[in-house]
């Protein structure tokens, strides 16, 4: 079957780095996406990986490890708005997505 | 810019009646969805239309029915609600339903079923 796993919850420091774990099981791979969602909120997109290695944007940073059904999403000098849930996402072989739980990431002074 | 739209925002709805959740998107992307989002689970794809005129069901269909007349609109019927299908409702397009093309939300539709 697909599955995409991730942990619940995560909490860090303001000012610090975070990395959110991601493993997957899809049937095929076409690209692995990370999403935020602020609560109450919808998703909005924030990177795609579809080639092994990393891909940085700024403070965030998404990396791929294809042959190991593996990704990260990295969160440097974190900030209080970065407090939200974080998704990861595949795109299978029939370009279906298949979405992780999220991970609420709780941001403290 | 509006992108997509859902309304309403949120409803109560009474068991057994019938509710069609409306979505438009004013960005001309062919590929359309309608996703549940209940507490632990992830999003969970119920239709999609890859392009006007074309629907298809995704992974919890039963229960709910879309249309797709035209590339800007994408309506969720729900026949006869249940009290499970208490969720929130997102609607999402994106450029082609391939590839690593992002999608775009609405803001989410919260219907309770009593």
């Known amino acids: 079957g697909q599955n995409i796993d991730q942990p619940t919850e995560m909490t860090a420091t303001e000012g610090a780095i975070v990395q959110i774990n991601c493993t997957y099981q899809t049937s095929g791979f076409n690209g692995l996406f990370w999403y935020q969602q602020h609560a109450g909120e919808a998703p909005t997109f924030l990177s795609y990986n579809v080639l092994d290695g990393l891909e940085e944007k700024g403070r965030f940073s998404s990396f791929l490890s294809r042959s190991k059904g593996y990704s990260y999403l990295l969160l440097k000098e974190l900030q209080m708005k970065d407090s939200a849930s974080y998704l990861c996402v595949c795109m299978d072989s029939n370009y279906q997505l298949i979405w992780g739980a999220g991970t609420k990431l709780i941001i403290k002074p | 810019t509006a992108g997509i739209t859902q309304a309403p925002t949120s409803q109560i709805l009474a068991a057994g009646r019938s509710m069609t959740l409306r979505c438009t998107q004013d960005m001309r992307h062919n590929a359309m969805y309608w996703y549940r989002q209940d507490l632990g689970l992830g999003l969970r794809l119920i239709h999609y239309?890859?392009?006007?005129?074309?629907?298809g069901k995704g992974e919890v269909p039963d229960g709910y029915s879309v249309s797709r007349a035209n590339t800007d609109d994408f309506p969720l019927t729900l026949a006869s609600a249940v009290p499970s299908q208490t969720s929130v409702y997102f609607c999402?397009?994106?450029?082609?339903?391939?590839?690593?093309?992002?999608?775009?939300f609405g803001q989410g539709t919260r219907l309770t079923v009593v």
């Open positions: 239309s890859n392009t006007a005129g074309t629907t």
């Open positions: 999402a397009s994106s450029s082609t339903g391939t590839g690593g093309t992002e999608a775009f």
